[in-house]
T-cell receptor, first 111, second 116 residues
């Protein structure tokens, strides 16, 4: 079973920051937090991942609370093309371990 | 990031026939590949995990004789849906990971199977 809880849906205006929360209160010390997104009828796209520290890349920022029980994915300037289902996943980060998907958050970006 | 390619992207087949879906890692050696299935408006469900040169490990409720998985090389895994029925119609997605990569896995673009 997925170890994360996310809101079912969120709306965001184009150009504004999209902040997507995720709860993972049972995360273990050696588990990473991964974020993927899935645009309709495509395979999931990797966004970012982190263990303890906040992370930033060209797509997004990941803020992980100090107790690691929750995190927030930030898309700094959302565009229409960011409309997708966003999945927050907790995993060991080992090559032989599958990612288990929850229901995700459907983000709708509108103009 | 690393590239994983699936083929075909869409396939329509008749009931009772078999369909093979290919998953290739294009620029890395995938020590492990995973197969998922996704029904409309639902999340991805893990079907099986396959390591190169070994038999696949199937999740509970997934029939190994119906969904044949072969991972004969470090760059190719195949999923064959045997004796397909309309209820097998779904979006099938593979992902691949490698000991030589960072911790993230990479996904193919998915295959839409329709059984008529």
């Amino acid at each position: 079973d997925a170890k994360t809880t996310q809101p079912t849906s969120m709306d965001c205006a184009e150009g504004r920051a999209a902040n997507l929360p995720c709860n993972h209160s049972t995360i273990s010390g050696n588990e990473y937090v991964y974020w993927y997104r899935q645009i309709h009828s495509q395979g999931p796209q990797y966004i970012i991942h982190g263990l303890k520290n906040n992370e930033t890349n060209e797509m997004a920022s990941l803020i992980i609370t100090e107790d690691r029980k929750s995190s927030t994915l930030i898309l700094p300037h959302a565009t229409l093309r960011d409309t997708a289902v966003y999945y927050c996943i907790v995993g060991l980060g080992q090559a032989g371990t599958a990612l288990i998907f929850g229901k995700g958050t459907t983000l709708s970006v509108s103009s | 990031g690393a590239v994983v390619s699936q083929h075909p992207s869409r396939v329509i087949c008749k009931s009772g026939t078999s369909v093979k879906i290919e998953c290739r890692s294009l620029d890395f050696q995938a020590t492990t590949m995973f197969w998922y299935r996704q029904f409309p408006k639902q999340s991805l469900m893990l079907m099986a995990t396959s390591n190169e040169g070994s038999k696949a490990t199937y999740e509970q409720g997934v029939e190994k004789d119906k969904f044949l998985i072969n991972h004969a090389s470090l760059t190719l895994s195949t999923l064959t849906v045997t004796s397909a029925h309309p209820e097998d119609s779904s979006f099938y997605i593979c992902s691949a990971s490698s000991n030589s990569l960072n911790t993230e896995a990479f996904f193919g673009q998915g295959t839409r199977l329709t059984v008529v």
